[in-house]
Structure formats: C-alpha cells, structure tokens
Antibody, heavy 119, light 109 residues
Framework: EVQLVETGGGLIQPGGSLRLSCAAS????????MNWVRQAPGKGLEWVSV???????DYADSVKGRFTISRDKSKSTLYLQMNSLRAEDTAVYYC?????????????WGQGTTVTVSS | SYVLTQPPSESVAPGKTARITCGGD??????VHWYQQKPGQAPVLVVY???DRPSGIPERFSGSNSGNTATLTISRVEAGDEADYYC????????????FGSGTKVTVL
C-alpha cells in the first residue's frame, strides 16, 4: 500500500529544535518530489519545503534558514529539521508526494503530526 | 508572490451544484489542482491538472481553468461533500513555490 506516516511532533519551547520524520511505503522518496505542508490551527494550508528528485531543496521564506529538509533513501524516509522555532510555527505538519514532475499535484499525503511551540 | 483568491464560503442544497472559484493572474496558463479537507483529516486530491480526477473520485467532481479563474464544480451535492476545498498551483518564481488558495468552506444545507 502506498502511504506516508509522519512522526516527531510535540510540544517545544520557543527557540527549540525538533525533527519530523515521514516514512514512505510502496514507493521511493528519492524518485519523487517530496514536500512538507503545514496548517496552523483554524487556518489554511501553507507549503513549507520541497526536496527535488535531484536532491536540490527549496523553502518558503517564512522558514528559510531555520528549517532543513532531507531524505534517506535506504530508510525510505523524509525529514524536516526545525530549528529556532517560533510560536507561529505551531501547526499540523503534513508530508506529501508530488510524483514525476514538480508541478504535479500532491497525490499522497500523510495523516499529519502536530507541532506546538509554546513556553 | 503569486496569490490565489477563493471565496471563504459556499452554501448549497443537496442535489444542487456547487461552484468554487480560484482566481489568479493568468491562472489559465498553469496547472491547477484541487483538494478536499474534512475536519481532523489530511487533504485529499479531488481534481488535478485543471480537470482530471484521481481514481476513486466520483464523476460529480469536475474542474475547468481559463483566463484568470479556475473552477471546481461539484454536481449533485451530497452531505458527505461538506468540507474545505483548496486550489493549488506551482509557481517557481514565487517565494512559496507551491501556492495554495485560502480555502472555501462548502456547507450542505
């Protein structure tokens, strides 16, 4: 079965760090464009970061310099390292797949993991 | 940065047709994707590349895209269609490369 499962969310103090994981099954994270999308409480969807098939990465301006996306082909897992966390980073974080082309739709989503940044 | 504009809400009676718009500068030149999100759940792709449906999505869901407006149409609306709907495009020149609309809450009366 093709699926994504996120883990690693939790309560963290402002300025702290957290690493999210997204385990893929049924396909390779290295053969697809893999993304992180977040949703603040009561708000809409916000794209956060992408890692391209070739390994290049891109970030939303709101997280650039603080978040790092990476992948491990052998573990079929996508990661999001989040540093210098702020209250406004509080959200449900989803990983999502965009197959074959960067402008393709996000056809597979994980169930999400909740990050709460608060003292 | 590229902006997608959606109406915040749309109300429709069961059996009728809901039309959700997504406005953007020359959006007709881009591929538009639509997602359905029910409370407490992850988004689900319902239309991709303007008008195609993933397997398992009912034919009642259709899309179109031209000029400055893309539209998601839900025909013969059912109670189970009540959800938030988001449009999305890829814009490599934007600070958010993958741009989402603000979302439209569809309420079935």
């Amino acid at each position: 079965e093709v699926q994504l499962v996120e883990t690693g969310g939790g309560l963290i103090q402002p300025g702290g760090s957290l690493r999210l994981s997204c385990a893929a099954s049924g396909f390779s994270v290295s053969d697809n464009y893999m993304n992180w999308v977040r949703q603040a409480p009561g708000k809409g969807l916000e794209w956060v970061s992408v890692i391209y098939i070739g390994g290049n990465t891109d970030y939303a301006d709101s997280v650039k310099g603080r978040f790092t996306i990476s992948r491990d082909k052998s573990k079929s897992t996508l990661y999001l390292q989040m540093n210098s966390l702020r209250a406004e980073d509080t959200a449900v974080y989803y990983c999502a797949r965009s197959p074959r082309r960067p402008d393709n739709a996000f056809d597979i989503w994980g169930q999400g993991t909740t990050v709460t940044v608060s003292s | 940065s590229y902006v997608l504009t959606q109406p915040p809400s749309e109300s429709v009676a069961p059996g009728k047709t809901a039309r959700i718009t997504c406005g953007g500068d020359n959006i007709g030149s881009k591929s538009v994707h639509w997602y359905q999100q029910k409370p407490g759940q992850a988004p689900v792709l319902v239309v991709y590349d303007d008008s195609d449906r993933p397997s398992g999505i009912p034919e009642r869901f259709s899309g179109s895209n031209s000029g400055n407006t893309a539209t998601l149409t839900i025909s013969r609306v059912e109670a189970g269609d009540e959800a938030d709907y988001y449009c999305q495009v890829w814009d490599s020149s934007s600070d958010h490369i993958y741009v989402f609309g603000s979302g439209t809450k569809v309420t079935v009366l």
